[in-house]
């Protein structure tokens, strides 16, 4: 008698379905947004008043870094990277994922990485403590032992996505449905291709630049020293080169999503379909060579400055396009606003606005006075909230029904939204005010002057996680049953009799036109 796994147990550890690969993926980022999620709220819990309440302030700098890095690495990355594998084979009429078994290699590695950067939390010296920017020479000179496993596992998450973008491009360029071709593919589907390839380009990068931390902490090195020949702004160079294509890795996804949401509840099919796919790739190539918009305040070239200015206002004219065809879509159309049109629409208005605070920090001589402010953390939490974070909860609205056969609970849904709207904005719009007025960011304690504003603040926090627990109960009861979704589930919600015809194409629920 074989002595193997048990089936339940081996169905996840061996499996090659994309559907339980991506299911995978998707809970992994759920249980690393609610881990990221509560170092925000210690975060918040000590700016709620002024002084030293809660946690030292070498604790608070601790949960700055890792709330940071598990967001990005563990929440949005994984998420989608989890709708790609469940999405993309049927969108493009493929069978699964063109390599499977590294599918299942590039997910498995995440939580051993994740594990291993959790554990310095009890090591000695404790956690990074260094941002999640880890800025040399604090993450050399500076750093507690624990960098060391830091590094190691930023290496492993490096490599499951290298992995995860060379399966997503061989899957759309070699296993589309016959007749599909490139201008046909579903926005979400060319979203994705674009990422995949920004992926491959700048991980590297990322793999580079660790490596040559760890030379300076353990093998001599003087990179990043000044003492030793090197240069500490050498490190941002590098690190921007990366973390800004970063930036749009996990947006751009998100516009794939909302490009399949929007037309569905409009009932129109998505205006501008090409202008949509030369605008992504457009942004994809602009975001490689706006890096040092993060480094105005460095003491570069005035001629250095004018260029990356004007480079980073260009992407605005791309990311307005987007817009301009969403608002298009909707325009006139026979919208209804069930959850995952609330996310989208939500989507659409905030992350404008997180688009024209970007506009503001792009601008070189006022960011001299937003450099390192409260405004900078309420422009990217406004493009990556709103951005990535709804993006991903109205994808999971939108398509699970399709995943499970069941109706999640519209109601619950809804509740969900408006508390996750709320709250979000009453915890980032007053960081805007707080930052113009100079409350530096990354410190424990501050001014009387900024109480008020970071006591809303924080109010909004616990009720935006608060929230999301409700949209947890509501997922794992639409698993476990419910209403039975229909192929209609989309097209007549309410059962009301409709007079224009059927959703846009390349919706959730119909074959893909290739394989009509």
């Not at 609610?34 to 030292?56: D, H, K, S, T, Y």
């Not at 490096?158 to 296993?175: E, F, R």
Request: aromatic share 18%; glycine share 8%; hydrophobic share 55%.
């Amino acid at each position: 008698m074989a002595h193997g796994p048990k089936p339940g147990l081996s169905r996840w550890l061996y499996t090659t379905n994309h559907k339980d690969i991506g299911t995978m993926y998707l809970w992994f980022s759920f249980a690393m947004f609610l881990l990221g999620g509560c170092m925000a709220l210690v975060i918040r819990a000590e700016l709620f008043e002024p002084g030293l309440q809660i946690v030292q302030p070498e604790f608070f700098n601790q949960m700055t870094t890792m709330h940071g890095l598990i967001m990005v690495f563990g929440a949005v990355m994984p998420a989608f990277v989890g709708l790609a594998n469940w999405m993309i084979p049927m969108m493009i009429g493929a069978p699964d994922m063109a390599l499977p078994r590294m599918n299942n290699w590039s997910f498995w590695i995440l939580p051993f990485a994740f594990t291993m950067l959790a554990s310095t939390l009890f090591m000695d010296g404790g956690a990074p403590n260094f941002g999640w920017t880890f800025y040399a020479p604090l993450s050399t000179e500076y750093a507690p032992p624990s960098v060391t496993f830091f590094i190691f596992s930023i290496h492993i998450m490096g490599a499951s996505s290298i992995m995860g973008a060379i399966n997503i491009i061989a899957t759309i360029l070699n296993m589309r449905a016959p007749g599909m071709t490139l201008m046909k593919m579903p926005l979400f589907v060319w979203t994705w291709l674009i990422t995949a390839y920004l992926l491959i380009a700048v991980m590297p990068v990322l793999a580079g630049v660790v490596t040559m931390m760890l030379m300076d902490i353990h093998f001599g090195t003087s990179f990043f020293s000044a003492a030793g020949g090197g240069d500490p702004v050498l490190f941002q160079h590098v690190f921007w080169f990366f973390g800004h294509p970063e930036v749009y890795i996990m947006i751009l996804p998100a516009f794939g999503v909302v490009s399949a949401i929007i037309p569905t509840f409009a009932r129109k099919p998505l205006f501008g379909y090409s202008s949509m796919v030369y605008a992504t790739a457009s942004i994809a190539f602009l975001s490689f060579i706006v890096w040092a918009h993060h480094m105005f305040t460095v003491g570069m070239p005035i001629a250095g400055e004018l260029f990356f200015m004007y480079a980073t206002m260009l992407i605005a004219v791309p990311t307005g396009v987007k817009v301009f065809n969403w608002v298009t879509t909707m325009f006139r159309g026979s919208m209804t606003f069930e959850t995952p049109m609330l996310f989208a629409v939500a989507f659409v208005i905030l992350f404008t606005i997180g688009g024209f605070s970007g506009l503001m920090l792009a601008i070189a001589p006022a960011d001299f006075q937003y450099h390192d402010t409260y405004f900078v953390v309420a422009h990217f939490h406004y493009v990556l909230v709103p951005g990535a974070i709804f993006s991903i909860t109205a994808a999971v609205y939108y398509w699970l029904p399709k995943w499970t056969g069941n109706m999640y609970n519209e109601t619950m849904g809804k509740v969900h939204f408006w508390l996750s709207f709320i709250g979000l904005n009453v915890t980032f719009f007053p960081m805007h005010f707080v930052g113009l007025a100079g409350m530096p960011r990354r410190i424990p304690d501050y001014a009387l002057q900024f109480a008020d504003f970071n006591q809303i603040a924080s109010m909004g926090a616990f009720l935006f996680g608060a929230s999301q627990l409700l949209f947890l109960f509501n997922v794992i009861r639409t698993i476990q049953g419910g209403k039975k979704a229909s192929d209609e589930v989309w097209e007549n919600p309410e059962g009301l009799e409709w007079t224009v015809p059927s959703p846009a194409p390349y919706h959730t629920f119909s074959t893909p036109p290739a394989v009509r």
